[in-house]
């Protein structure tokens, strides 16, 4: 009689996302194996298959398998969708990016695949969800970094949250901040003035953003950018190195803008 032995990576290395998902719970459920064991073998987390096993515990009539039906099969893997399904898988296990940051780095691969694409996927491969993160323990954005030389100043239109800050920009422009904070000694770059990373911050204020550790959330803004004069806005750790946010950013400061305030734009009595 033939063998067939040579089929066994079929079962044993499905990658139909149903398949691998009823391989994984029969060999938890029939052939005996201990959670972490069905897990390891079939490259789920033991938490993600211990989810599904209570799923299926809630409906045992789940239907793994399509019926046969004439015409394009649904979900049919195909050489591109393959390659974009292991970059995602890479880009989550070796740089630990979230499903937004995933997103914006396969569009400048050039792969199309939206966000709940990658969420399929991840989901599919019985990859956890990420941790609840504080602002400087999240991965940097895979963006050029704050650069005022990078401005795009040619006609365009674009989408912005913060379309209502530029009605501010009258009163700003002939407020003195260059000289205030040159006055003030503040830190500031060929690529990072201090003018730019001050307006970031002024942008952020007067729009209602009080907490500075939601600047990183904001940075692909091109609105607020634009504000800014900045190709983008820089991130929260920009600006702490720059001492522009935190307890070491005051003294001369503040003493030169107080000088300064009778002119502000932003002085009640003005």
Request: hydrophobic share 40%; aromatic share 6%; net charge positive.
């Amino acid at each position: 009689m033939k063998d067939f032995s040579h089929l066994a990576p079929v079962f044993l290395n499905p990658q139909n996302p149903n398949h691998r998902q009823y391989e994984a719970l029969r060999a938890l459920c029939v052939d005996g194996l201990s959670l972490p064991e069905a897990a390891r073998r079939f490259k789920y987390s033991p938490a993600y298959l211990l989810q599904l096993a209570g799923k299926l515990d809630k409906h045992p009539d789940r239907d793994f398998f399509l019926p046969s039906t004439p015409g394009r099969k649904p979900g049919l893997l195909t050489p591109v969708s393959i390659e974009r399904d292991r970059t995602i898988l890479k880009l989550r296990r070796e740089n630990n990016l979230s499903i937004l940051e995933i997103s914006a780095e396969l569009a400048r691969l050039g792969i199309p695949a939206s966000k709940t694409v990658v969420h399929r996927v991840l989901a599919d491969n019985g990859v956890p969800k990420l941790p609840r993160r504080r602002p400087d323990q999240l991965p940097r954005l895979l963006e050029p970094p704050a650069d005022r030389r990078s401005l795009d100043l040619s006609p365009r239109r674009f989408r912005s949250r913060y379309g209502g800050l530029f009605l501010f920009a009258r009163l700003l422009a002939p407020f003195p901040l260059a000289s205030i904070l040159e006055q003030a000694h503040m830190p500031g770059s060929s690529m990072l003035p201090a003018p730019n990373a001050v307006l970031s911050l002024l942008a952020l204020k007067l729009y209602g953003s009080a907490r500075h550790s939601h600047v990183d959330s904001e940075v692909c803004d091109p609105g607020l950018a634009l504000f800014a004069g900045l190709n983008r806005i820089p991130k929260r750790s920009t600006l702490l190195r720059g001492g522009l946010i935190g307890p070491q950013g005051g003294g001369s400061s503040q003493s030169a803008w107080a000088s300064n305030w009778p002119t502000c734009p932003f002085n009640p009595r003005h």
